[in-house]
């Protein structure tokens, strides 16, 4: 029996061939044996320029190609490499030279932004439009049978921002996925066959992720036509299929409640949350529209979408004596996962102690992509050292304190600091700059950048389009505040919980 995730697929189409696999919108575009065929001769289009294990970048917005690309490069064994479509150029560059992509794909969009980046980038022979006749051509041929793969063999790259502003590629391999599918299983949510999922959230991330289980039970992978996220169009979206899920950032939850829609809301499931805190009270309004159908899911690209876990029925329990504060939390260890809150030797912390997060299991990464000393700091003494800080109650739920420490969530998407200030230190008026997150309504958080002008304070608006020509425009300062000074501790590091308080 091959390791090969691919297996999923074809698995589902010999026991469901009719079922429907792909929809756009509420039109059903495959059933499951029309996607497994399909799959097999796009693989076998690959496999003639490709060899076992190379990359096949996707930097595409959400759309059924998703779907049979990922299986093609896994049934051809190759690892695939799915890009925030929403990164800058530059950006994009790096990631496309760091990860050897020989393939680009990209939505339409899209593509000829990256067609570019095949003379710039050495590695990369060719970007391919996913809506174009090369892309028709190459699922035009006979299918090939699906690779031999190890647990061990890499599957999917992905790219998290580092603390040092250079995106670093978490390497999941074969077996990380699997667990992480079975992860799903035992402590998210069950799925029946003819079930659906709408990809509101980027395929690229956890609505990509949360794809691979719902294949694996042959559910129904919608992508709405607008290929994101749009409360109308979810609503509209659950009176065409039945058995719902959704992937969503807290901030889409509380679009969904604050949207004055009186339609019914029978079909949906389940909303998986999860890329951000949840404030009590949104969790609660969302209980009150929805029912009870919230699970919570805590991880990080190292440990894709399984650290702790907190089910629709925990979310219900509203009898029990501590409700308030395990709704607070982000739940409990995944089934077959180590959650500890060490010290700074790693020795685990007693409950209610405040610590880094440290896990271990199989769905822990094989490591980062080309990047020994990364790898090898973050993963020591056996542990995947989270960078988040939190406690551990007596019964085993975890609280964030903080994530990363600096890390800015906004609308779902990490922004590390530094990344930030890098950009902006380039402005010859910025003498030093710190960035720190605000706290906001919609979108959790907002990017702000306490800037200490060299004479008169720079332009806010050169300061936007420094940063506009440089990174991802939902990375921009929503705010520039001029100060004289930055406040400092004795060795000289910036206090952020000072310039947090300012806020």
């Given at each position: 029996?091959?390791?090969?995730?691919?297996?999923?697929?074809?698995?589902?189409?010999?026991?469901y061939?009719?079922?429907?696999?792909?929809?756009?919108?509420p039109?059903?575009?495959?059933?499951y044996?029309?996607?497994?065929?399909r799959?097999?001769?796009?693989?076998?289009?690959l496999?003639?320029?490709?060899?076992?294990?190379?990359?096949?970048a996707?930097?595409?917005?959400?759309?059924?190609?998703?779907?049979e690309?990922?299986?093609?490069?896994?049934h051809a064994?190759?690892?695939?490499?799915?890009?925030?479509?929403?990164l800058?150029?530059r950006?994009?560059?790096?990631?496309?030279?760091n990860?050897?992509?020989?393939?680009?794909f990209?939505?339409?969009?899209?593509?000829?932004?990256?067609?570019p980046?095949?003379e710039?980038?050495?590695?990369?022979?060719?970007?391919?439009d996913a809506?174009?006749?090369?892309?028709?051509a190459?699922?035009a041929?006979?299918?090939?049978?699906?690779?031999?793969?190890?647990?061990?063999?890499?599957a999917?790259?992905?790219?998290?921002?580092?603390?040092?502003?250079?995106?670093?590629?978490?390497?999941?391999?074969?077996k990380?996925?699997?667990?992480?599918?079975?992860?799903?299983?035992?402590?998210?949510?069950?799925?029946?066959p003819?079930?659906?999922?709408?990809h509101?959230?980027p395929?690229?991330h956890?609505?990509?992720?949360y794809?691979?289980?719902?294949?694996?039970?042959?559910?129904?992978?919608?992508?709405?036509?607008?290929?994101?996220?749009?409360?109308?169009?979810?609503?509209a979206l659950?009176?065409a299929?039945?058995?719902?899920?959704l992937?969503?950032?807290?901030?889409?939850?509380?679009?969904?409640?604050?949207?004055p829609?009186?339609?019914?809301t029978?079909?949906?499931?389940?909303?998986?949350?999860?890329?951000?805190?949840?404030?009590?009270?949104?969790?609660k309004?969302?209980?009150?529209?929805?029912?009870?159908?919230?699970?919570?899911?805590?991880?990080q690209?190292?440990?894709?979408?399984?650290?702790?876990?907190?089910?629709k029925?925990?979310?219900?329990?509203?009898?029990?004596?501590r409700?308030?504060?395990?709704?607070?939390s982000?739940?409990?260890?995944?089934?077959?996962?180590?959650?500890?809150?060490?010290?700074?030797?790693?020795r685990?912390?007693?409950?209610?102690?405040?610590?880094?997060?440290?896990?271990?299991?199989?769905?822990?990464?094989?490591?980062?992509?080309?990047?020994?000393?990364?790898?090898?700091?973050?993963?020591?003494?056996?542990?995947?050292h989270?960078?988040?800080?939190?406690s551990?109650?007596?019964?085993?739920?975890?609280?964030?304190?903080?994530?990363?420490?600096?890390?800015?969530?906004s609308?779902?998407?990490?922004?590390?600091?530094?990344?930030?200030?890098?950009?902006?230190?380039?402005?010859?008026?910025?003498?030093?700059?710190?960035?720190?997150?605000q706290?906001?309504?919609?979108?959790?958080?907002?990017v702000?950048?306490f800037?200490?002008?060299?004479?008169a304070?720079?332009?806010?608006?050169?300061?936007?389009?420094?940063?506009?020509d440089?990174?991802?425009?939902?990375k921009?300062?929503?705010?520039?505040?001029?100060?004289?000074?930055?406040?400092?501790?004795?060795?000289?590091?910036v206090?952020?919980?000072?310039l947090?308080?300012?806020?």
């Amino acid at each position: 029996m091959s390791a090969n995730l691919a297996q999923l697929l074809v698995r589902s189409a010999h026991a469901y061939p009719n079922l429907p696999a792909l929809a756009l919108g509420p039109r059903v575009t495959c059933s499951y044996a029309q996607l497994a065929g399909r799959v097999a001769r796009l693989a076998a289009g690959l496999a003639q320029h490709l060899s076992p294990n190379d990359r096949v970048a996707l930097v595409m917005q959400n759309c059924p190609q998703y779907v049979e690309l990922l299986f093609a490069c896994w049934h051809a064994g190759l690892c695939a490499v799915p890009v925030n479509a929403k990164l800058h150029p530059r950006e994009l560059e790096f990631i496309l030279a760091n990860s050897g992509a020989r393939l680009c794909f990209a939505s339409a969009d899209l593509y000829d932004a990256m067609a570019p980046l095949a003379e710039s980038v050495p590695c990369l022979e060719e970007v391919i439009d996913a809506d174009g006749p090369r892309y028709a051509a190459l699922a035009a041929g006979a299918p090939l049978p699906m690779a031999a793969r190890a647990a061990e063999d890499p599957a999917w790259l992905f790219y998290t921002s580092g603390t040092t502003g250079r995106p670093k590629g978490v390497t999941l391999t074969q077996k990380n996925i699997m667990a992480a599918i079975l992860n799903y299983f035992s402590d998210v949510d069950a799925i029946d066959p003819g079930e659906a999922i709408i990809h509101a959230a980027p395929m690229s991330h956890g609505s990509g992720f949360y794809m691979l289980p719902h294949v694996a039970h042959a559910g129904l992978n919608v992508v709405p036509e607008s290929g994101g996220f749009d409360a109308p169009e979810i609503y509209a979206l659950l009176q065409a299929h039945r058995g719902v899920t959704l992937f969503a950032a807290p901030t889409m939850v509380k679009r969904l409640v604050d949207h004055p829609a009186d339609a019914d809301t029978a079909n949906l499931k389940t909303i998986v949350y999860g890329g951000g805190p949840m404030y009590v009270a949104d969790c609660k309004a969302a209980m009150k529209r929805f029912g009870y159908k919230l699970a919570q899911i805590y991880g990080q690209g190292e440990s894709p979408m399984t650290i702790t876990a907190m089910g629709k029925a925990i979310h219900a329990a509203t009898d029990h004596p501590r409700y308030e504060q395990r709704l607070a939390s982000v739940g409990q260890a995944f089934t077959g996962v180590e959650v500890m809150v060490g010290d700074a030797d790693d020795r685990p912390l007693p409950a209610g102690e405040i610590g880094e997060i440290l896990v271990r299991g199989d769905q822990i990464m094989a490591g980062y992509w080309d990047n020994p000393a990364a790898s090898a700091e973050t993963l020591r003494n056996g542990w995947l050292h989270t960078g988040d800080v939190g406690s551990l109650d007596e019964e085993g739920f975890l609280t964030l304190m903080d994530r990363s420490k600096d890390l800015i969530i906004s609308g779902g998407s990490n922004i590390y600091p530094r990344e930030v200030e890098e950009v902006l230190l380039l402005h010859p008026g910025v003498s030093e700059v710190s960035v720190v997150g605000q706290s906001h309504p919609e979108w959790g958080e907002v990017v702000v950048a306490f800037v200490v002008p060299r004479g008169a304070p720079p332009d806010k608006a050169d300061l936007d389009a420094l940063c506009l020509d440089r990174i991802a425009r939902f990375k921009r300062p929503k705010a520039y505040r001029y100060v004289e000074a930055l406040p400092k501790n004795s060795t000289g590091k910036v206090l952020k919980t000072e310039l947090r308080k300012l806020l």
